[in-house]
C-alpha cells in the first residue's frame, strides 16, 4: 500500500487527497499560448512600425490584408487566453474566500472574452472594409 513514488502525506493518504488532474494541461496551454504570444508580438510590433509612417487609408489596407487580419486575430485570441490563465493561477494562489474566489473567476472569464471578442470584431469589421 505505501509505494515510494507517492509524495503524499499519511493524513492526504487517509483523506484520499491528490490531485485534480488539471495542472498538466493548465501548465501546457500556458506555455503554448506564451510562446504564440510572443511570436505574434514580435510579428505586431514589426506590423506596426511598418504602419507608423502612413496614413489612415493606408494603414487600413495593411490591417485588412488576409494574412495581416488573421495573425492579429491570432494574437488578439492568445493574448486574452493568456491573461485568462494568468488570472486564474493568481485568484487561486490568493483568493481565499470561496463566494469571492467564484465571483473573481467569472469577471475575469467575462471580461477576458468580452474583450477578445471585441478585438476580434473591429479587425473582422476593419478587413472587410466596414
Not at 485570441?77 to 485568484?91: D, E, K, P, Y
Amino acid at each position: 500500500m505505501n509505494n515510494a513514488n507517492d509524495l503524499r502525506t499519511p493524513l492526504k493518504r487517509a483523506r484520499g487527497l491528490g490531485s485534480a488532474k488539471d495542472g498538466t494541461g493548465h501548465f501546457t496551454w500556458q506555455r503554448i499560448t506564451a510562446i504564440a504570444v510572443a511570436l505574434l508580438g514580435i510579428y505586431l510590433l514589426g506590423l506596426l512600425i511598418g504602419i507608423g509612417g502612413a496614413d489612415y487609408d493606408r494603414a487600413r489596407m495593411i490591417v485588412a490584408d488576409p494574412l495581416n487580419a488573421t495573425l492579429l486575430v491570432a494574437f488578439v485570441i492568445a493574448a486574452f487566453w493568456h491573461a485568462r490563465l494568468g488570472l486564474q493561477v493568481v485568484i487561486e494562489d490568493y483568493v481565499h474566500t470561496p463566494l469571492l474566489a467564484g465571483a473573481a473567476h467569472l469577471a475575469s472569464l467575462f471580461v477576458c472574452a468580452l474583450a477578445a471578442i471585441g478585438g476580434v470584431l473591429a479587425i473582422v469589421r476593419i478587413a472587410l472594409g466596414a
